[in-house]
């Protein structure tokens, strides 16, 4: 049978329910939300005249709701506009209308009782065949279904949506009784393919997949911390980034998530799971209960284990139980992995530390690894599971049975055994068998240990994805230390960078002229993407600046024009070039996404061209590139200085898109022509396609345009009148003005007496020019190191 989700029904609008609702907006689906009708009337309704029966009080809950969540940050939705998909409405007037509906989702309060009532209702409305989930973050599915209609137990389980919604990848597809396999495969799809998330089927258990295995992380931290005498700052360092995870590791997280959502589970897991091996570590330690009664829950009270005051973060003593000062972290440990930059080869570095912070991961690892062996059954036939759970819910860069593979399996074992735990029988099984590690990569495929057939098997539902860690040595063309070029199969390539933090230098654009040669002699088309934690920030600023330093300018001219010359070539040459953002696409890497043939961008990309943050203008062809684009928006009687000045104002505000969606409303994507693809697991593999597609087309090589339209002194006097207002007014900075008139002489082409039809070669010509001119300026230099040493702009 093929089932669509044109409609889906939201039932509770809390903070849960209208952030579900805004990620199937996000996706282009209509989207009825409903919560309660208020009981009484606010002092304002009051004084309004307004009684219960007005329709503006019995939608009150949802309306501001709703509106609370379209206003936070980071928004739940890709672009405000998106919001006109969403219908509100109440349980009592509108339960009717989700007779509409293809799938309706409960999200009301955490309570059995409460969530049966919601059902009872809903079977009266609800058609045959729909779909009915409730999004749980525990209470047991098979309790919720009872006394419902056979056609309902069939179509319903547990879809467990991580909070927030849009960001968390985590989608947990939990079985009732009776859920037939045709509803879980079609969820599993519909989760991966429209959602974008990591679909894991979870067994009916306590806090299913995710929250087991999480709350028990962080529980059992909450016990190591005064064990091993450590401070939450101390904890913070060692299980953030340095390992993979947040930055806002863990006692920071607790804060942003809320103490009292934690111990909610963590006591549902306490009582749930009598019969655990770690079931006294889900009892809270003394200070939680202190700081619960003292109502001490992080972000939404103000304090947590951290508080601010004025300026200063201050941290929590666990010992006093008072707040004082930061005191910096640092391990020796910790110092030995600075030059690795991998986390997951960072592990066996870590295990072997001699201090604390060596000690504190030996414990970890191996309580986590006893723990996570021995949920396989209990909590999901394949252990595969965990890690993907993990990973979407947790953001860990890796799952724990990755993390012990990179350890060593056996290595694993030994640190368990000197903690006091023993192995989980299937694992010595495992070795017994032959087989060495967890996972396996097999012509360009993950394979995981089955414990049934006790052999390596194929990961499911990798077909639709190009994983570039699987393929990296086996697929490998060329490479050199900033970039690597594979083989995608089909004639076409992929060009991976592997600088630091993704950023151009003169490595990467050999790569990208490499890439390209190569592709014009043998293959048919190139994908320029990446699996990293951002797509590119920029071009590599610590050149500039010391080109700039030593005033090497003729260096720093040809620099500039290498990179405007290679942003060219993927413009004109011979083969179709897909540009694939996600993350941070700034500078530079938002010039190269402007210059493709097509860009296929993951919805989670923030892109825009943010060069007036170091004092310079885009040199990479993105000046050039603007002016361009509101050339092509000329229209006859136009006022065309409005278009120009809406181009000028995105580089000039450095406007950074918060999603790929907003980018075509600064004009960085173009309808029609660039595609935004919600799963980045699927983007590598999209852009294959679309690459495919435009050379299976018949692509042609594209002539150089000589035909920009550009509007000389008329566009330059206006933005000149502009800034010097902007500056009298004191909204901008000397330096500020500068920058801006630079980028106004280029995208009004220069001070030419009248509108004039110039060459792409001119603008740029002009655009290095102004790029150079900027380098020589010491505040400039100031703004570049300033961002070298602090990571933020400088204003001077």
Not at 402 to 418: C, F, H, R
Request: hydrophobic share 40%; charged share 25%; glycine share 8%.
């Amino acid at each position: 049978m093929k089932r669509l989700i044109k409609k889906v029904a939201v039932i509770g609008s809390g903070i849960m329910g209208s952030g579900i609702a805004c990620h199937f907006a996000n996706i282009g689906v209509e989207v009825l939300l409903l919560d309660i009708v208020p009981r009484e009337l606010t002092e304002a309704e009051q004084k309004k005249g307004l009684t219960l029966e007005s329709k503006a009080v019995r939608n009150r809950v949802v309306n501001e709701h709703l509106a609370n969540a379209l206003k936070s940050k980071p928004s739940p939705i890709y672009s405000l506009k998106f919001a006109d998909r969403i219908k509100t409405g109440n349980t009592t007037d509108d339960l009717s209308k989700i007779a509409e509906a293809d799938w309706i989702i409960e999200v009301v309060v955490e309570r059995l009782d409460i969530k049966k009532q919601v059902f009872e209702q809903i079977e009266k409305f609800r058609k045959p065949g729909t779909l009915i989930t409730s999004n749980t973050s525990g209470i047991p599915i098979h309790f919720m279904s009872e006394g419902r209609s056979e056609d309902f137990q069939k179509h319903f389980c547990g879809t467990h949506f991580f909070n927030p919604a849009r960001y968390l990848k985590l989608f947990e597809i939990i079985p009732g009784p009776k859920t037939s396999t045709e509803v879980l495969d079609f969820l599993n799809e519909y989760g991966e393919k429209f959602l974008g998330k990591t679909s894991v089927i979870a067994k009916d258990t306590p806090a299913f997949i995710g929250n087991r295995i999480g709350i028990f992380g962080i529980m059992s931290m909450f016990h190591q911390v005064k064990e091993l005498g450590l401070t939450i700052e101390e904890v913070d360092k060692l299980t953030g980034p340095v390992i993979g995870r947040p930055k806002s590791a863990t006692f920071r997280t607790v804060d942003v998530v809320g103490l009292d959502t934690l111990v909610h589970v963590a006591n549902g897991l306490y009582e749930g799971v009598p019969n655990d091996e770690a079931h006294e570590l889900f009892k809270l330690p003394e200070f939680i209960s202190k700081m619960m009664e003292n109502k001490w829950l992080g972000s939404k009270t103000g304090q947590g284990f951290y508080k601010k005051v004025d300026k200063d973060i201050l941290s929590l003593d666990l010992d006093t139980l008072e707040y004082r000062a930061p005191k910096k972290a640092s391990f020796a440990t910790l110092e030995l992995t600075k030059t690795i930059d991998k986390p997951i080869d960072r592990f066996k570095v870590l295990v072997k530390g001699t201090d604390k912070a060596g000690e504190f991961y030996r414990k970890n690892f191996s309580g986590m690894f006893s723990y996570v062996a021995n949920r396989v059954p209990e909590i999901t036939e394949d252990f595969y599971k965990i890690d993907d759970a993990m990973k979407a819910g947790f953001g860990w860069e890796n799952g724990p049975f990755e993390i012990w593979d990179a350890i060593g399996v056996e290595k694993g074992i030994e640190l368990m055994k000197a903690e006091g735990y023993e192995p989980a029988v299937w694992v010595t099984e495992m070795l017994a068998s032959g087989n060495k590690s967890f996972y396996t990569i097999k012509d360009g495929a993950t394979y995981f240990y089955d414990r049934a057939s006790k052999s390596q098997k194929k990961v499911p539902g990798q077909d639709a994805f190009i994983i570039l860690n699987n393929i990296r040595e086996s697929k490998k063309v060329w490479s050199n230390s900033g970039a690597v070029i594979h083989d995608l199969g089909d004639g076409i390539l992929n060009l991976e960078f592997q600088s630091k933090m993704n950023t151009i230098g003169g490595d990467v654009l050999q790569g990208i002229n490499k890439a390209i040669d190569l592709a014009e002699k043998e293959y048919s088309g190139l994908v320029i993407g990446n699996q990293g934690a951002n797509f590119s920030v920029g071009a590599n600023i610590g050149m500039i600046f010391m080109m700039a330093v030593e005033q090497e300018y003729d260096e720093l001219n040809m620099a500039i024009k290498l990179f405007q010359d290679t942003m060219m070539r993927v413009r004109y040459s011979g083969i179709p070039v897909v540009v694939a953002p996600h993350g941070m696409t700034l500078g530079g890497g938002c010039e190269m996404s402007m210059h493709a043939d097509k860009v296929v961008a993951a919805a989670e990309t923030y892109i825009g061209l943010v060069e007036f943050g170091v004092g310079v203008i885009p040199g990479g062809g993105g000046s050039k590139e603007m002016a361009l684009r509101a050339s092509d928006l000329f229209r006859k009687n136009d006022v065309e200085l409005n278009v120009l000045q809406e181009y000028f104002l995105t580089v000039a505000m450095a406007k950074v898109s918060t999603s790929a969606y907003e980018a075509y409303d600064l004009g960085i994507l173009q309808h029609g022509k660039d595609v935004v693809v919600v799963n980045r697991d699927r983007q590598i593999a999209e852009a294959k396609k679309h690459a495919l597609l435009l050379a299976e087309a018949g692509y042609t090589q594209p002539v150089r345009r000589k035909d920009v339209k550009v509007l000389g002194k008329q566009a330059l006097g206006m933005f000149l009148v502009g800034t010097d207002s902007m500056e009298a007014g004191h909204y901008i900075s000397e330096h500020d003005k500068k920058i801006a008139n630079k980028l106004a002489y280029v995208m009004a082409g220069g001070d030419l007496s009248e509108p004039t039809l110039v060459t792409e070669q001119y603008l740029l010509d002009i655009e290095r020019e102004a790029f150079l001119s900027l380098c020589t300026e010491r505040k400039t230099l100031e703004r570049i190191q300033f961002m070298l040493t602090k990571g933020k702009p400088l204003r001077n």
